[in-house]
């Protein structure tokens, strides 16, 4: 949360990426930072995920992270807030 203000106090826009289980703690760390940044949230969890489950996460989760630096391109550096969490990938 911390990179992703820095980023966005010099201009340049970010995305934060979180696992699902995180959406709360987000929230908090990014009232108590004053700043509102866009983030994707993936399916939780991470740690015992396959390879090939991770890649199908940072697959799905791409479209969204790039949808919102497009946004902030746009508008001049800020990105738009969070989304929901992606779906898990079928087993």
């Given at each position: 949360m911390h990179d992703i203000a820095d980023l966005e106090s010099r201009g340049?826009?970010?995305?934060?990426v979180a696992s699902s289980e995180f959406v709360q703690a987000a929230a908090v760390q990014a009232q108590s930072l004053g700043v509102d940044p866009a983030m994707v949230f993936?399916?939780?969890p991470i740690q015992d995920r396959s390879d090939d489950?991770?890649?199908a996460l940072a697959d799905?989760?791409?479209?969204?992270i790039v949808q919102r630096?497009?946004?902030a391109a746009a508008e001049?550096?800020?990105t738009p807030p969070a989304t929901p969490p992606a779906a898990?990938?079928?087993?």
């Open positions: 340049l826009p970010g995305v934060g993936v399916a939780h489950e991770l890649r799905a989760a791409l479209p969204g630096l497009v946004a001049g550096g800020t898990p990938p079928a087993a």
